[in-house]
Nanobody, 120 residues
Framework: VQLVESGGGLVQPGGSLRLSCAAS????????MSWYRQAPGKERELVASVTSAGGSTNFADSMKGRFTISRDNAKNTVYLQMDSLKPEDTAVYYC??????????????WGKGTLVTVSS
């Protein structure tokens, strides 16, 4: 099983980034997918999540209106579009999968993370 994040980097305040998470080794469409982040010295927090079929999304309050989560089950990939970035969005962003169907129910997987730095 692998979750491989990409798309992180350095961006100026007000800028945008699009993170991708490519999944392999499990039935992607059986899993709800989420993005978490962890800033230096802080606990990991939920950023956004999307259901297994992509019909419903959920966002942390501070990200609503700025971030968009989407998934392409044909490509086994989940995306996080981040707009209007702020310095406080600086963190390592992690991809997370949680089984929601059949024998996969409750099974969790984590990616290794990608660093996003928002700074001028």
């Amino acid at each position: 099983v692998q979750l491989v994040e990409s798309g992180g980097g350095l961006v100026q305040p007000g800028g945008s980034l699009r993170l991708s998470c490519a999944a392999s080794g499990f039935t992607f469409s059986n899993y709800a997918m989420s993005w978490y982040r962890q800033a230096p010295g802080k606990e990991r927090e939920l950023v956004a999540s999307v259901t297994s079929a992509g019909g419903s999304t959920n966002f942390a309050d501070s990200m609503k209106g700025r971030f968009t989560i989407s998934r392409d089950n044909a490509k086994n990939t989940v995306y996080l579009q981040m707009d209007s970035l702020k310095p406080e969005d600086t963190a390592v962003y992690y991809c997370h999968a949680l089984g929601r169907l059949g024998r996969d129910y409750g099974m969790p997987y984590w990616g290794k993370g990608t660093l996003v730095t928002v700074s001028s």
